[in-house]
C-alpha cells in the first residue's frame, strides 16, 4: 500500500469532528481529500496496523505552516479558545512512532510560538516525550477504557492505570492533556466498570491536570470486513464488539458502510455515561460526544 505526500488542504462544507489536520469552526479543512481518524483498527492499511512512519517530514512542516497563514484570528471554539488545532495522528499513534523515529519531536517543536496547536490520541505511554518542551502547543489525548475491556479488545496497549498515572508528567512536562473515552463499547457490567475508572481518575490526577482536563465520548463503530477479520484471529474481542442485536447500520462521513448502536440505545448510553461522568469526575469538561 502506498501513502501520497500531502500536497493540498481542502475546504470541508459539512462540519466534521475528526480529521487530518484539524482547523475546526465552521469552515474545516482536510488533506488531500481524505477524512480518516484514528480508530479501533487503521482501515486504510489493509485492516493492519503496522508502525507507519512519515517520510515526508519537511513537506508536513511546510505545508501546514503555509496553511496556518492563510489563516484568520482563531475564535473560541470545543478545539481551542486561541489556537488553530491540526491533528498529527489519524492512521497512526504518534507515541509509538516516536519510539522508532524523530518526526514526531520535530513536528511538536515547530508548533512552538505559533497559532497552532498539534494533537494527537494515544494509546501508549511513551516518557521520552516527555522531554519535548511542547510549551503548551501540543495536547496528548491518552484514550481511555475500562482495563477489563481494555484487556481484551486493546491489546499490546499501555494499561488504563498506567495511562492516568502518566497525566500529571504529561501536564507538568508542558503537554495540554485530555482524554478520549473510545470507543464506548456496552458489556453487562459497563456501568460498574465505567464508575470504577472514573474513580480512579479522580483520586489519581492533580489539581493542575484536573482544571486543564477535557474529554471525547465516541461510542463503538464497527463494520462487516473487519468483523470477518477479528473472527479469524481474536474471536474473543470480536463478541465484545459485533452485537447484532443492539447495532444498526450507519453510512460514515467518508461513505464507508458501518453499523453503530442503535441509535436509540446510544443516546441512552450516553445519557448515562455524561451522568456518571459528571457525578465522579464533576471537573471533567466534555468537548464532544458521538
Known amino acids: 500500500m502506498q501513502y501520497k505526500k500531502i500536497t493540498r488542504i481542502t475546504k470541508k462544507k459539512k462540519s466534521t469532528t475528526v480529521y487530518n489536520f484539524h482547523v475546526p469552526g465552521l469552515e474545516n479543512y482536510v488533506a488531500n481529500g481524505v477524512v480518516t481518524h484514528n480508530c479501533y483498527v487503521a482501515r486504510r492499511k489493509g485492516y493492519a496496523n503496522p508502525i507507519t512512519l ?3 517530514r519537511d513537506q508536513m512542516i511546510a505545508a501546514w505552516k503555509r496553511h496556518l497563514s492563510k489563516l484568520p484570528m482563531k475564535q473560541p471554539h470545543q478545539t481551542h479558545a ?3 488545532t491540526y491533528d498529527l495522528g489519524c492512521n497512526n499513534d504518534i507515541s509509538v512512532d516516536a519510539s522508532a523515529c524523530e518526526t514526531p ?4 517543536e515547530h508548533f512552538r510560538d505559533t497559532r497552532a496547536l498539534a494533537s494527537f490520541a494515544t494509546k501508549y ?7 519535548y518542551d511542547p510549551q503548551l502547543h501540543t495536547r496528548i489525548r491518552f484514550s481511555l477504557m475500562p482495563e477489563k475491556l481494555r484487556k481484551v479488545v486493546d ?8 495511562k492516568i498515572e502518566a497525566a500529571d508528567e ?3 512536562a508542558g503537554y495540554e492533556v485530555h482524554f478520549n473515552f473510545s ?3 456496552f458489556v453487562e457490567d459497563s456501568k460498574q466498570l465505567w464508575v470504577e475508572l472514573f474513580e480512579e481518575l479522580n483520586d489519581k490526577l492533580s489539581d493542575q491536570t484536573k482544571a486543564q482536563a477535557a474529554a471525547e465520548l465516541i461510542m463503538l463503530t464497527h463494520n462487516a470486513d473487519l468483523h470477518e477479520l477479528n473472527e479469524r484471529w481474536h474471536p474473543r474481542a470480536e463478541a465484545l464488539l459485533w452485537r447484532p442485536d443492539l447495532q444498526e447500520a450507519k453510512t460514515s462521513r467518508n461513505g464507508q458502510k ?3 448502536y442503535d441509535y436509540r440505545f446510544k443516546a441512552e448510553c450516553l445519557r448515562l455515561f455524561r451522568e456518571m461522568l459528571a457525578q465522579h469526575c464533576p471537573w471533567m469538561r466534555i468537548r464532544y460526544a458521538f
Open 105 to 108: 519531536r520535530i513536528l511538536i
Open 54 to 56: 512519515y517520510s515526508n
Open 258 to 260: 458501518n453499523i453503530r
Open 125 to 131: 505511554v511513551n516518557r521520552d516525550m516527555l522531554a
Open 155 to 162: 491489546v499490546s496497549t499501555s494499561s488504563t492505570s498506567a
Open 183 to 185: 470507543p464506548i463499547i
Open 82 to 84: 486561541t489556537l488553530w
Open 170 to 172: 504529561f501536564v507538568r
